[in-house]
């Protein structure tokens, strides 16, 4: 069995026509073996007693290899490739989201409620009172999902096109995850003062706003120019939601080694918008001793009440011109390492020099600083960013429960309390009696993970004074 795995994203499908005599099919099986292709489903399409098609199957290692293999088989003698799929394309095919109506529009009683005449009183209404806006209109299960294209996934500065299947995928998982209505917004623009402006201009349809793929340092300037200017919360979720999930698996890993958040030693590699808004949460829970290090080297260090005082701005704190060593330095008798920069930054070997019963959290996409089959032998626990390892830090846990809540009060913004509650709710998701090296985190598929982070962070948005009204059903929010 090649090593592939089980959820391939180069699954393709090829329509072959095979002379219909005996051994063809086996002759494009042992093409596909040969060239490291593993077989999947074999589907008969038509036949005749001269021609057979079939629609073939098969994982690849990466696009241009699916490509080899195609033009492979179209080499056999008695084989014709009539076509050939990608999976992941054929998802995408039209876009993966709608609007759909919540009532039918099938009389003309109805039309004339929902449209003109009717709805001129409900416009009426909400201009002589704005927070009408939340009971009549989508407004309070709306999030806008904006971008600038200029940090899609890892892949760098594509542009807002290349972005809409990226936030159109966000928008399905607001939808099917936390029943969120959320609308992709491409901005064809990277200038801060412009994305600011339009954002402004657009806030008033929306119940919050979702900062997505905006590359640093300018994703920090628009954060906070909107969160100062908007009464709705906005959240850049590549820095808090990331942040949110990390803190909630540190502390299950620190809980199963027995070791406590203030005391432990903590080193960051990567102070980009991730990393600066992971150091902001741990040191809000409770870091005492932490290093942060970019591809200057340690560059963020000080004594905790000096970090904490200055993580609204972290990046007043880096000393870009000034390091104190390098990554390697900081590693030295750390109990936890922290990586959000580049793959196979380290060797398994440079973690001996941390502290026993070490904590490794390597987070680059698609390769972690370190290989994951080296470094487990050399650390207790071991976390990715990655779906096909245990001990995912997948920021999709954390921002659909994080949204559900702020909206259902109705919050005014997502406050350090509303983050912190979501992360402690999310770690708490696990029944303490099946925490282990391997689950210190749970599936994006376990149902009582939005729930609970929604209750919690609706709860800290009450408490804080930032909730317009209680939740939906009215019950008690401080509880969770």
Not at 108 to 127: D, K
């Amino acid at each position: 069995m090649n090593d592939i795995g089980p959820y391939s994203n180069y699954r393709l499908t090829a329509r072959i026509a095979l002379a219909n005599k005996p051994g063809m099919f086996a002759r494009v099986a042992s093409a596909l073996a040969e060239e490291g292709a593993n077989l999947g489903a074999v589907d008969l399409v038509s036949a005749t007693a001269d021609l057979m098609v079939r629609d073939i199957t098969f994982d690849a290692r990466n696009e241009s290899h699916g490509d080899r293999v195609v033009q492979r088989l179209g080499r056999i003698e008695g084989v014709t490739v009539l076509s050939a799929s990608d999976r992941v394309f054929l998802l995408h095919l039209g876009g993966k989201i709608k609007v759909q109506s919540k009532l039918p529009v099938n009389t003309r009683n109805i039309l004339s409620m929902v449209y003109t005449p009717g709805v001129g009183r409900v416009a009426q209404a909400i201009a002589k009172d704005k927070a009408k806006a939340y009971a009549f209109t989508t407004k309070s299960n709306s999030v806008a999902v904006v971008t600038d294209g200029s940090a899609v996934l890892g892949l760098g500065n594509l542009g807002p096109e290349a972005a809409l299947p990226v936030m159109e995928g966000k928008a399905m998982l607001f939808r099917e995850l936390a029943g969120i209505d959320a609308w992709p917004i491409c901005l064809n623009t990277q200038q801060t003062d412009d994305i600011v402006r339009t954002v402004q201009a657009i806030a008033p349809g929306f119940g919050a706003i979702n900062l997505e793929d905006i590359s640093a340092p300018h994703c920090f300037d628009v954060e906070s120019r909107l969160r100062s200017s908007l009464d709705i919360p906005v959240m850049h979720d590549d820095q808090h939601g990331t942040a949110v999930v990390l803190l909630a698996a540190l502390s299950n890993a620190l809980e199963i080694i027995g070791k406590k958040l203030e005391d432990v030693r903590v080193t960051v590699n990567g102070l980009g918008a991730a990393g600066t808004a992971c150091c902001r949460m741990l040191l809000a829970a409770g870091v005492s001793h932490l290093l942060g290090c970019d591809k200057e080297g340690i560059i963020l260090y000080g004594e905790a009440e000096e970090l904490r005082a200055c993580r609204a701005d972290l990046r007043a704190c880096l000393t870009r011109d000034r390091p104190r060593g390098t990554l390697r330095d900081a590693l030295r008798g750390a109990d936890v390492f922290i990586g959000l920069s580049v793959g196979n930054l380290l060797q398994a070997d440079d973690l001996d020099v941390m502290a026993k019963d070490r904590i490794v959290f390597a987070m680059a996409n698609p390769d972690p600083e370190v290989a994951p089959e080296l470094a487990v032998s050399h650390c207790r626990i071991f976390a990715t960013g990655r779906s096909d390892l245990p001990n995912q830090i997948n920021n999709a846990l954390a921002f659909p429960g994080i949204f559900r809540g702020a909206l259902d009060v109705q919050a005014t913004t997502i406050n350090e309390a509303m983050k912190l509650a979501a992360s402690k709710a999310l770690a708490e998701a696990i029944p303490r009696a099946a925490l282990s090296e391997d689950y210190i985190i749970p599936s994006l598929f376990d149902k009582e993970v939005v729930p609970r982070i929604a209750r919690a962070v609706a709860g800290a948005a009450y408490e804080t004074g930032v909730a317009r009204r209680r939740n939906k059903v009215g019950e008690d929010l401080t509880s969770s």
